[in-house]
T-cell receptor, first 119, second 115 residues
């Protein structure tokens, strides 16, 4: 079974600084998807970024970027120019490749990292 | 992005009663919907996958008779917690996958408290 591990229960960062959240995963599959989700106090899950395992290029979305190391099964999230609104729980998630449909099928989540942004 | 509405957002019920939670995709058709459970300060655990018009597929350890899932239309899935007990108290979240999409969209969740 696939597992996702987030080794940092809590992280903090100063506003405008950069922070990196760690994630490792275990799978025997070669094709899959990886995600970072944000869960603010409202509890609404928000997709931050998605990475297809077959793509070597790291995904980026504005201030958010990932460092995807397939051989090491590592998928870290870097948040640049941190803002107060970035404070939330961040979950790393894995999804198997489902052919045409692609990702976001059955998501396996890590335990999350609580990010605090200090003004 | 697409909108998924979950209702109610909070519910308190007495032990032994049943409670129904609805998950609706408001602006797209969802061929597949997922139900997750999240314990306090913990991760989301997939409970079951439902496909429109067919029986739900439950994850190992999830009681089918306690957590009844119905996906009667392409925009609505329901989760019914039957004979609820205090240990069923949790945060339940649904997500919906568009028929032609690669991203599932989450509802806002339902806080269930069984007293």
């Amino acid at each position: 079974a696939q597992t996702v591990t987030q080794s940092q229960p809590e992280m903090s960062v100063q506003e405008a600084e950069t922070v990196t959240l760690s994630c490792t995963y275990d799978t025997s599959e070669s094709d899959y998807y990886l995600f970072w989700y944000k869960q603010p106090p409202s509890r609404q899950m928000i997709l931050v970024i998605r990475q297809e395992a077959y793509k070597q290029q790291n995904a980026t979305e504005n201030r958010f970027s990932v460092n995807f190391q397939k051989a090491a099964k590592s998928f870290s999230l870097k948040i640049s120019d941190s803002q107060l609104g970035d404070a939330a729980m961040y979950f790393c998630a894995y999804s198997p490749y489902e052919g045409f449909q692609g990702g976001s099928e059955k998501l396996v989540f890590g335990k999350g990292t609580k990010l605090t942004v200090n003004p | 992005g697409a909108v998924v509405s979950q209702h109610p957002s909070r519910v308190i019920c007495k032990s032994g009663t049943s409670v129904k939670i609805e998950c609706r995709s408001l602006d797209f058709q969802a061929t597949t919907m997922f139900w997750y459970r999240q314990f306090p300060k913990q991760s989301l655990m997939l409970m079951a996958t439902s496909n429109e018009g067919s029986k739900a597929t439950y994850e190992q350890g999830v009681e089918k008779d306690k957590f009844l899932i119905n996906h009667a239309s392409l925009t609505l899935s329901t989760l019914t917690v039957t004979s609820a007990h205090p240990e069923d108290s949790s945060f339940y979240i649904c997500s919906a996958l568009p028929g032609t999409g690669r991203e599932a969209f989450f509802g806002q969740g339902t806080r269930l408290t069984v007293v």
